[in-house]
């Protein structure tokens, strides 16, 4: 592209820019909200008020159908990359293979470098929960809409927005730390493990915590008619990715840290040479 063309698309870009800010200007803050912004961030939170019916046999939250949606589609996914594609793998890779090596080879690199004793069942854990991570985060881009049960429409959140969602992946990847301190040093391994009794608050209160910020930041800026043209974009593209290659990084280097640690094999003290008997020779 040359320079003038680079010239002119950037004028174009800030003069629609430009036109759209005066237009949400003019148009002021109105817009008939159902509910204030306080109730729309707290039920962001807490979900007791926009729930949605499961097969129509309870009330739940919307990140449970999420989690549902996300699960089916991970599945589903990984199925048909086995039956269809896997199977025409070649040595030299397309850049679809290429993309699942890499992807399945930064998880397994990450486990063999943080636990060289016992990487097996840690690599296929941190793969699963980061790829979990990253999807389910990036699941709320796509604005899939979902009826709750006042009868207003909403688009289903990230899975992990929920604080039940993220207690249990800390609590899962707790257990993963601790069955590998169980299968190296046993009962030492669950004492190293319960030394960190804190680590599955902390690891489930902060994925919670960097997931709702974006969710929250995007409720705002949606909410406000000023701000509702172009920005939301923006905001919410930028903060969910980032937030999902973020959190699932951090909580599987997190994982594959605390479970080289408790499975590495404790050192045995040596055993102290038995004194020599002495035998007094016949004078």
């Not at 309870?58 to 589609?73: C, M, Q, R």
């Not at 199925?79 to 030299?92: E, G």
Request: glycine fraction near 8%; include cysteine.
């Amino acid at each position: 592209m040359s320079k003038k063309k680079r010239i002119r698309t950037i004028v174009i870009m800030l003069f629609v820019v430009i036109i759209l800010a005066v237009i949400s200007f003019l148009m002021g803050n109105g817009g008939g909200k159902e509910e204030t912004i306080r109730e729309t961030m707290k039920d962001a939170v807490l979900h007791d008020e926009n729930k949605m019916s499961l097969f129509g046999i309870i009330d739940v939250n919307p990140s449970l159908i999420s989690a549902y949606v996300v699960t089916a589609i991970i599945l589903l996914a990984a199925l048909l990359i086995r039956i269809f594609a896997i199977p025409k793998f070649k040595m030299v890779p397309g850049k679809f293979q290429t993309l699942i090596e890499e992807w399945v080879g930064l998880f397994s690199g990450m486990a063999k470098t943080n636990s060289p004793h016992r990487n097996k069942f840690l690599g296929i854990y941190i793969f699963t929960a980061g790829s979990y991570i990253f999807i389910g985060t990036c699941f709320e881009l796509f604005g899939f809409q979902a009826v709750t049960t006042k009868g207003m429409s909403m688009a289903l959140p990230a899975p992990l927005a929920d604080i039940n969602a993220a207690i249990a992946m800390g609590v899962m990847s707790y257990l993963a730390i601790m069955s590998g301190g169980i299968a190296e040093n046993k009962g030492k391994g669950v004492l190293k493990t319960l030394k960190d009794f804190s680590l599955p608050i902390s690891m489930s209160f902060r994925l919670f915590g960097a997931l709702l910020s974006g969710l929250l930041v995007t409720e705002m800026v949606y909410y406000y008619m000023t701000l509702s043209f172009v920005l939301p974009v923006i905001v919410g593209v930028l903060f969910t990715l980032i937030h999902a290659l973020i959190q699932a990084y951090v909580l599987t280097m997190l994982t594959a840290l605390f479970y080289g640690e408790v499975s590495e094999p404790s050192e045995k003290k040596p055993k102290k040479p038995k004194a020599a008997k002495k035998h007094t020779e016949a004078a």
